[in-house]
């Protein structure tokens, strides 16, 4: 699975952006898929996960209620919705991929299986 992360850029604190991963493969409806973010200066950290079906998510404590997380199948994507964005949001966004059920420790330690490359987002205050 190769994934490839867009929709990144400068928003004022309290403004909204949608992250985009296209994905390739046609395996892409079996994986569990994810958002995490680094921050600069910071170690990479879990942000949101949903699994096969689109069915269930899970999200960090610090993003819950503000994104939403959301996959189309047939169109080989995943999406994060995130609206009232706050400065400490400030990080490369990273899409990925795991063969692992989506709330197992290895989706939230980072363990997935697939990278893409990440997308800046940047949220000025």
């Known amino acids: 699975v190769q994934l490839q992360a867009s929709g990144g850029g400068l928003v004022q604190a309290g403004g909204s952006l949608r992250l985009s991963c296209a994905a390739s493969?046609?395996?892409?409806?079996?994986?569990?898929l994810g958002w995490f973010r680094q921050a600069p200066g910071k170690e990479r950290e879990f942000v949101a996960a949903i699994n096969w079906s689109g069915g269930s998510t899970n999200y960090a404590d610090s993003v819950k209620g503000r994104f939403t997380i959301s996959r189309d199948n047939a169109k080989n994507t995943v999406l994060l919705q995130m609206n009232s964005l706050k400065p400490e949001d400030t990080a490369v966004y990273y899409c990925a991929a795991a063969r692992a059920y989506y709330s197992d420790y290895k989706v939230f330690s980072g363990g997935m299986d697939y990278w893409g490359k990440g997308t800046l987002v940047t949220v000025s205050s």
């Open positions: 493969g046609r395996t892409f409806s079996t994986y569990t």
